[in-house]
T-cell receptor
Framework: DGGITQSPKYLFRKEGQNVTLSCEQN?????MYWYRQDPGQGLRLIYY???????QKGDIAEGYSVSREKKESFPLTVTSAQKNPTAFYLC?????????????FGDGTRLSIL | AQSVAQPEDQVNVAEGNPLTVKCTYS??????LFWYVQYPNRGLQFLLK??????LVKGSYGFEAEFNKSQTSFHLKKPSALVSDSALYFC????????????FGKGTRLSVIA
């Protein structure tokens, strides 16, 4: 079955630590996205990538970093500069770059501070 | 810049009654509009989209939405609600021209009471 796999499902971060969230897709989609979800705030875009080796900042990129070395993988690093990282993180992908394609979502990673 | 408003944080409806979840949008040109549903601790699932053509769009699980250009609205509807429809619903918009990512509303929690 094709889909998006996010791991781990739960993650705990210590003060001053960087952590990396994994996102892998086998849908052969070109574009991938990272969102942060906080209660009552909907989804906010962190970073997105429309092609391998290229990515753009979203609305809340500060304290986060990404890479897109392979089409199927788009890992997100939450750095120690992100002072309030506790949230539910969602990865998504779409076929092509056109805005009329629906996004497919993984089942998320819940990040908490120890 | 595009934006989406979901004016109701919570909608309660009795099982078997019709339901409506409201969405209004703002874009500078023509919109692409989407509805997604989220169950607890899961990613978002695509329900339906408006790209062009017929203003009444039919989607998954018996849901439909009506595009109203003059009122800049895209309300989600279902003729007869089920308890299993209880979830968090998100409206999203992107512009037909350009390449900007989707913008999501803050979500509306639907509670269907038996």
């Amino acid at each position: 079955d094709g889909g998006i796999t996010q791991s781990p499902k739960y993650l705990f971060r210590k003060e001053g630590q960087n952590v990396t969230l994994s996102c892998e897709q086998n849908l052969n989609h070109d574009a991938m996205y990272w969102y942060r979800q906080d209660p009552g705030q909907g989804l906010r875009l962190i970073y997105y990538s429309q092609i391998v080796n290229d990515f753009q900042k979203g609305d809340i990129a500060e304290g986060y970093s990404v890479s897109r070395e392979k089409k199927e993988s788009f890992p997100l690093t939450v750095t120690s500069a992100q002072k309030n990282p506790t949230a539910f993180y969602l990865c998504a992908s779409t076929l092509g770059e056109r805005n009329n394609q629906p996004q497919h979502f993984g089942d998320g990673t819940r990040l908490s501070i120890l | 810049a595009q934006s989406v408003a979901q004016p109701e944080d919570q909608v309660n409806v009795a099982e078997g009654n019709p339901l409506t979840v409201k969405c209004t949008y703002s874009v500078s040109g023509n919109p692409y509009l989407f509805w997604y549903v989220q169950y607890p601790n899961r990613g978002l699932q695509f329900l339906l989209k408006y790209i062009t053509g017929d203003n009444l769009v039919k989607g998954s699980y018996g849901f439909e939405a009506e595009f109203n250009k003059s009122q800049t609205s895209f309300h989600l509807k279902k003729p007869s609600a089920l308890v299993s429809d209880s979830a968090l619903y998100f409206c999203a918009v992107s512009e037909m021209t350009g390449n900007t990512p989707l913008v999501f509303g803050k979500g509306t929690r639907l509670s269907v009471i038996a």
